[in-house]
């Protein structure tokens, strides 16, 4: 088992600055009229908390900081591609550690990491809140249900027959929650990523000699813009995709809190 | 591209996220985000209790004016009726006191009457006794003519 130690630095090197600007805040933190970073942050909390409240029937305090983490640690770790690609890469490597990748949520562990404790989480409130709702869901949806209830042994035979069918099923619906979100999340930024790199390679030049000319100061230039374009977009991107990380989790939690229908 | 240690690592790290962030972060700023908004609440709640206990103010004042305006004219109405009935006892008693006036006046104008016929009576017939005693020659019996005298007085002056 090998350990990434680009995708571990950075990610701890981002929670440390939470961290550390969260121990900073604590200090500072009026009742009255906000202002600066406590302003600031308390927008963002209370944007998190709304989008709580819209989607959750009921109170659960652990939501609303799971929900605001995942925003700012993703959005964090996606901002990290607005650096020079070379910058981090280069200095890693003056450390020894070679093909650095600086942007943590193009690692697939990151995206999977955080949907696997979502799945967990929604798997838990799931079997904590409505036990028997959830296995029958499981064994039962969506072939057996009708069948089962059948006064014909054969139809009703058929139904039983089906129930590992229903389970198969049912697995992958869950299964692919996690999946589809992590592999969101974890497709756009390596997609974003691989732009950056076919842009440098085909417009950015390669030595001085081709800068010299003016076809390689012309490519040179219509690679500055559109790599600052797409940088834009990717900045973009890389808040969309936090935030859509962020709703899916807490639509998904959401669901494992709606009561059961009978 | 696979999932490996990593993996188990970045769970660690977004579970600790998470319980560090809600108790450095999240719950510090929503609790002073709760307390301002109870503050908030609290403060117009007290401005709204305020306006309430203005506009009952406003309304007990209202009333208490207009009470206050009713008994001025009930004063004002009490005031003018007593004026009419004093003066009607006025003019009531002004009449009484001009006829008890008059009334007197013409007793009195009754006895001087009486008292100017006795008077004249009694010159006429002093006066007429002087002149019979005169045509006559001779002295009256004043006691025993007297009585003929008045009566032919009476007759005159009746």
Redesign the interface.
């Known amino acids: ?4 130690l680009d ?2 630095l950075v ?2 090197t981002v ?1 440390a600055l ?2 550390g ?3 900073w ?2 200090g500072k ?4 009229a ?1 202002r600066g970073a ?1 302003n600031a ?2 927008a963002l ?2 944007f998190v ?1 709304d989008t709580v409240r819209d989607n959750f029937p009921v109170h659960n305090p ?1 939501i ?3 929900a ?2 995942i925003f ?2 993703v959005f964090l770790c996606n901002c990290i591609d607005i650096l020079p690609a070379y910058l981090l890469g280069h200095t890693a490597h003056l450390f020894g550690i070679e093909h650095f990748r600086p942007v ?1 949520t193009n ?4 995206p ?3 949907a ?2 979502v799945f967990a989480m929604v798997l838990y409130y799931e079997f904590k809140l409505k036990p028997g709702h959830f296995v029958k869901e499981l064994l039962l949806q969506p072939f057996a249900s009708l069948l089962l209830g059948s006064k014909n042994p054969v139809v009703k035979l058929l139904g039983v027959l089906l129930i590992p069918l229903n389970l198969t099923l049912k697995i992958i619906e869950e299964l692919a929650k996690p999946l589809s979100l992590s592999f969101r999340l974890f497709g756009n930024m390596f997609a974003g990523e691989v732009i950056f790199l076919l842009i440098a390679m085909l417009l950015l030049v390669g030595s001085l000699d081709e800068l010299a000319s003016f076809g390689g100061l012309l490519s040179e230039v219509i690679g500055f813009f559109v790599g600052l374009g797409w940088s834009l977009f990717h900045m973009f991107i890389g808040l969309l995709q936090a935030f859509i990380f962020m709703i899916l989790s807490v639509v998904y939690l959401s669901i494992a809190h709606q009561p059961a229908e009978h | 591209m696979n999932i490996d240690l990593t993996f188990v690592g970045q769970i660690i790290v977004f579970v600790a996220m998470v319980l560090l962030l809600k108790r450095l972060l999240y719950a510090p700023i929503n609790d002073a985000m709760e307390a301002r908004t109870k503050k908030i609440e609290d403060g117009l709640a007290a401005a709204s209790a305020g306006e309430e206990a203005r506009l009952r103010a406003e309304e007990e004042a209202e009333k208490r004016i207009a009470e206050a305006k009713h008994q001025a004219q009930e004063i004002v109405a009490a005031a003018e009726r007593r004026a009419a009935e004093l003066q009607e006892e006025s003019t009531l008693r002004a009449r009484k006191d001009a006829a008890a006036i008059v009334d007197a006046g013409k007793a009195e104008l009754e006895a001087e009457k009486n008292r100017a016929r006795q008077e004249l009576r009694a010159e006429v017939a002093a006066i007429s006794m002087a002149a019979a005693e005169k045509i006559l020659g001779v002295e009256l019996d004043a006691s025993r003519h007297s009585a003929l005298i008045d009566e032919a007085i009476s007759k005159e002056l009746a």
């Open positions: 088992m090998q350990i990434h995708t571990m990610t701890l929670a939470i961290i600007f969260s121990l805040l604590r933190i009026v009742d009255g906000p406590q942050v308390e909390i209370g908390n652990i609303a900081p799971l605001l983490t700012v640690f943590p690692d697939l562990n990151l999977v990491a955080m696997v404790v």
